[in-house]
């Protein structure tokens, strides 16, 4: 029988909303766990969240992260929320500082840095060959062309003037048109919309896909719009790329070679906002 009180943290990572449930004695178990989330994080009726992550064990890392988008569905990887569930896992205990985590994509690793309270993830190499850059796109579209690549979880990236004056309409109309673009996508796509700033940063919005909706920043998609803007030359990626989203700046750095995107990493804050519990009435 599910239990009818259930220990969570409210905490973002550059405005991208998260519930967190320590779950390393499965406490969740008995729930069906889509509608759940689904239910929890729909804002006005419940707490609300752009999504809900579960600190497990596991068995080759110092934990398993799992994840679940807004609308139920489980995720492979989410960059902000690993940033988020790292510090949450160094305030449990249940990792230090330095630590390495299970995901459906694979290990990475994390360092939080206390005194700032922000975290560095690391992602595993990008091969080179699985990017797909210089697409056409003839359907009418923000772009002529866009570059796709999979960083833990699949990502569109479209280079444009003026992105912060998109309107939020137009951004959610691009966003549905590509994210449920089965044809090109089949499985779907997160949609990024990046304009060069300098050579040392971008302005970033992304259309999440999950969360069917403009999200204040997605740390996977922003780190996949560094690479992408690296290997273009658009940007000098010697050095880190800062990533202005709607909700705060990212720093991703990575070097290139002829093959991969190696020593990927991401650091931005990872803010624990509130501490509580969830009643049933959060998500009957």
């Not at 896992?89 to 290990?107: K, N, P």
């Not at 579209?141 to 479209?158: D, E, I, K, Q, R």
């Not at 989203?245 to 804050?269: C, F, H, K, P």
Request: glycine fraction near 10%; charged fraction near 20%.
């Amino acid at each position: 029988m599910p239990i009818t009180k259930i220990p969570f943290a409210k905490m973002n990572g550059c405005g991208n909303d998260f519930i967190v449930v320590d779950n390393r004695k499965k406490m969740m178990k008995g729930f069906d766990l889509g509608t759940f989330v689904k239910n929890i994080c729909a804002r006005g009726t419940s707490l609300g969240a752009d999504g809900f992550m579960m600190l497990e064990p596991s068995d080759i890392a110092d934990f398993k992260m799992r994840y679940f988008n807004a609308d139920g569905s489980e995720g492979a990887m989410c960059g902000n929320g690993a940033r988020c569930l790292s510090r949450f896992a160094h305030l449990v205990g249940a990792a230090s500082e330095t630590m390495s985590f299970e995901t459906m994509a694979g290990i990475y690793q994390a360092e939080v840095l206390p005194a700032t309270h922000t975290v560095n993830v690391k992602f595993p190499d990008v091969p080179l060959k699985t990017l797909q850059l210089n697409q056409p796109y003839p359907t009418e579209g923000p772009a002529s062309l866009y570059h796709y690549g999979f960083v833990g979880v699949p990502h569109t990236v479209w280079f444009l003037d003026n992105v912060a004056k998109l309107s939020d309409r137009q951004i959610t109309e691009w966003g549905k048109q590509i994210r449920y673009d089965h044809a090109r996508f089949p499985q779907g796509t997160n949609v990024n919309f990046a304009q060069v700033i300098d050579r040392h940063s971008l302005q970033i919005r992304t259309y999440e896909r999950g969360v069917e909706a403009e999200t204040y920043a997605c740390g996977s998609g922003s780190t996949a719009a560094a690479i992408v803007a690296g290997i273009l030359g658009l940007v000098e990626s010697d050095s880190p790329i800062r990533m202005q989203t709607r909700g705060g700046v990212l720093r991703i750095s990575y070097q290139l070679s002829e093959e991969l995107a190696r020593d990927v990493y991401m650091e931005g804050n990872a803010k624990l906002v509130a501490t509580g519990e969830l009643l049933p009435d959060a998500w009957l």
